[in-house]
T-cell receptor
Framework: RKEVEQDPGPFNVPEGATVAFNCTYS??????FFWYRQDCRKEPKLLMS???SGNEDGRFTAQLNRASQYISLLIRDSKLSDSATYLC??????????FGAGTTVTVRA | ETGVTQSPTHLIKTRGQQVTLRCSSQ?????VSWYQQALGQGPQFIFQ???????GRGNFPPRFSGLQFPNYSSELNVNALELDDSALYLC?????????????FGSGTQLSVL
């Protein structure tokens, strides 16, 4: 079983729409959780950390459910510039980051 | 721009050859991690270096090795290249061991093994 699993998508949505997707992780001892964004074959960039209480950063909302071991990301009022691959990332207690394979989002005009 | 630079940006090798990839970490960052990203996959952790010593390794064979220098720059060496080694190799630096939230990635080296 993979450490982090994501729906690969693609999610194809119109501008202004809301899109949401999840990932699940296998290591119940995981300590930290993140969403990274990666544009086509470029380096991943940190989008936001994910906290147990849930957190927002502008149009982006992240949620963590430790009991079910899943993390979600919701994007409101989608922009063309939101088109990217979103990587779910989990950090265990050994400083290693485990990445999911990514969820592709395409926002169309 | 993250301040993490990798070289070369692209590289073509043949099976059985050896390759060295280089990474200069962001100023002041003493921890460097290397990741391999195959097409359609997420980055996979290779190893991490902290103060010139390997500190944690992923599920990669010994032919993947590395170094970190006193200026915190780093090298990734891969011996006896295989076709499956074709991937984007990413270097990431951070301020201190364990501070993964503040990982800064370089733009990567695209390695093709023919």
């Amino acid at each position: 079983r993979k450490e982090v699993e994501q729906d690969p998508g693609p999610f194809n949505v119109p501008e202004g729409a809301t899109v949401a997707f999840n990932c699940t992780y296998s290591n119940s001892a995981s300590q930290s959780f993140f969403w990274y964004r990666q544009d086509c074959r470029k380096e991943p960039k940190l989008l936001m950390s994910v906290y147990s209480s849930g957190n927002e950063d502008g149009r982006f909302t992240a949620q963590l459910n430790r009991a079910s071991q899943y993390i979600s990301l919701l994007i409101r009022d989608s922009k063309l510039s939101d088109s990217a691959t979103y990587l779910c990332v989990v950090n265990g207690d050994d400083y290693k980051l485990s990445f999911g394979a990514g969820t592709t989002v395409t926002v169309r005009a | 721009e993250t301040g993490v630079t990798q070289s070369p940006t692209h590289l073509i090798k043949t099976r059985g050859q050896q390759v060295t990839l280089r990474c200069s970490s962001q100023s002041g960052h003493n921890t460097v991690s290397w990741y391999q990203q195959a097409l359609g996959q997420g980055p996979q952790f290779i190893f991490q270096y902290y103060r010139e010593e390997e500190n944690g390794r992923g599920n990669f064979p010994p032919r993947f090795s590395g170094l970190q220098f006193p200026n915190y720059s780093s090298e990734l060496n891969v011996n006896a290249l295989e076709l499956d080694d074709s991937a984007l190799y990413l270097c990431a630096s951070s301020l201190a061991q364990g501070e993964n939230e503040k990982l800064f990635f370089g733009s990567g080296t695209q390695l093709s093994v023919l």
